[in-house]
Structures are given as structure tokens and as C-alpha cells.
């Protein structure tokens, strides 16, 4: 069980995230849905203390940490637990597909490199590259280098997967590849949290949908709840309007 109580955040004053609590079973997939600006990928930042959250805290299983007194010694234990896929891949670009994946598993894990290296193909593998082992980042293509960066996180096997808009950056044709990897992971039981555009998406992999709005949980359900029969004003308001716009 995964439990975010409180969490806060607020920029020149203006609270982006005002006062979440989030329960997450053991591979469940939550997405979060909402407006531009609504506080999505402030909340993940926040878990993965890449933004310092003025109040709150997390608990994943008997690990707890409060995000007013987090150590040094906490943010790193933190981060070998949760795992981030980011919009724009952020791999190293002289390093190839396989290296990428290595890398955390050597440095942070302490693996030794053949182990590294059995963990990275099999990943790889999952998510369809294992013929693009070895070719660097700007031989691939969007989609791919998505999916190595997916593979990269998985690799950790961290006990949540927080992916930030993870097909925002792609053209359209390269989205299904990396969905379906994302989706297959979720079937393995892999526990999440998303944020993402495509509603479609959202609809088909989340267990768990939060509509978020001006750094409130407005409206909490399963997909079917939230996306057909939403019961506030804004939530109805928005996936009319998603509707009219993008169906």
C-alpha cells in the first residue's frame, strides 16, 4: 500500500497542490486527469522530490518519510522506490539503448555488470527493442527511445512507476508502441501513476481515475464513473469539452 497524506506545494503563494491524500494498492495503475495547470505533474515531482513539497508525507509500506524534514539519506531511499518516466526520455546520449538501462542498476544498485546487463536485455526485450541494444539515442526513434527510457525505469523495479506524459513528446503513429509497453507492464502488475492527455488511454489502463482541478481532488472513481458519469460541474464540463475537441 502506497499512502500520500497532506501533500502541499505552492508557488509565489498560490497553492499548486492543496492538501492531497492518495491511497495506491500494490498494482493498481492511478492516473491523474485535469486541466492545464491543475497540479498533475507537480504531484509526481513531488513524490520523486524533484520539487521540495511544503507539507506532507509518503508511506510506502513501512517506509515513511515527511517531506518537511526528508534527509539526504530519505530522498535517495525515495527514489530507488519510485521510478520516473519523463516526457522528453532524458537518456544519455553517448551511451546506447543497453547502457541506458544498465547505468542504474550499476550505480545505484551496485550491480555488477553482468547482472546489470542480464536485467537491461530482459527489459529490453519486454518492451520489443532487444534488436536496438546497441544503437544509440539519436538513432531511434521517438517511440523507442521512450520505451528504452521505460525499460530503464522498470529495470529498478520500483514499487510505483511515475510516468509523466509519456507520449506528449511522440508523433502520433509512434504513441501505440510505447502505450502498449506501459500497458503490458500494468498487466504484469506493475503499480503506477499516471498523467496523461490521451483519455483513451487513461480509460482502457487506469483502475483509478483522480480528477484534479486548481490543486484539489475534485472527483474520485473508477474510469467508468469519471469519464460517463462524472457527478461535478467541472468534471462534466471538462470531458465535454475533451470530447468536442478531440472525438
Known sequence: ??????????????????????????????????????????????????????????????????????????????????????????????????????????????LPDTEATKIAKEELAKVGLSDRENHYPRHLSGGQKQRVALARALAMKPDVLLLDEPTSALDPELVGEVEKSIADAAKAGQTMILVSHDMNFVYQVADKVLFLDKGRILEAGTPEEIFKHPKEARTKEFFANYTKTYI
Open 1 to 110: 500500500m502506497i499512502k500520500i497524506t497532506n501533500l502541499t506545494k505552492a508557488f509565489s503563494n498560490q497553492k499548486v497542490l492543496d492538501g492531497l491524500d492518495v491511497a495506491i494498492k500494490k498494482g493498481e495503475v492511478l492516473a491523474l486527469v485535469g486541466a492545464s495547470g491543475a497540479g498533475k505533474s507537480t504531484f509526481l515531482r513531488s513524490l520523486n522530490y524533484l520539487e521540495q513539497a511544503d507539507y506532507g508525507s509518503i508511506a510506502i509500506d513501512d517506509f515513511k518519510v515527511d517531506f518537511q524534514k526528508i534527509s539526504r539519506e530519505e530522498v535517495l531511499e525515495l527514489r530507488r522506490k519510485l521510478a520516473m518516466v519523463f516526457q522528453q526520455f532524458n537518456l544519455f546520449e553517448r551511451r546506447t539503448a543497453l547502457e541506458n538501462v544498465k547505468e542504474g542498476l550499476k550505480v545505484v544498485k551496485k
